[in-house]
């Protein structure tokens, strides 16, 4: 296994795969998904990889696909702005990157 996970991401017909992070990286969650369930390693592989590429979506992405759907499904733009402006505060978006630098000023000021 190469390590690399790709995941269907999107709903509505608007799929796309995404390369998610290494599942070594995620090896105690897969762990504990296969110890606590019905799950097969592969099974809870796939599970963290799909919920992974479902949160890797970024915040302009995921405004425009919302919309994209909201507005097939009948509703007007104020209508899909005000659902999405709903929406978006539960979201999970990924951190940006931060450097050395950062990182030290975050912990040190």
Known sequence: MSGRILAKVGTGGHHGLVEVAPVQQHGDLVEYLTGTGPLSYAEATRLVAD????????????????????????????????????????????????SLRQLRRIVYG
């Open 51 to 98: 919920v992974l590429g479902y949160f890797s979506e970024a915040p302009d992405e995921f405004v425009r696909r919302r919309h994209r759907e909201l507005k097939a499904g009948g509703l007007t733009n104020d209508q899909a702005f005000r659902r999405i402006a709903a929406e978006l505060p539960h979201r999970r978006y990924a951190p940006p990157e931060l």
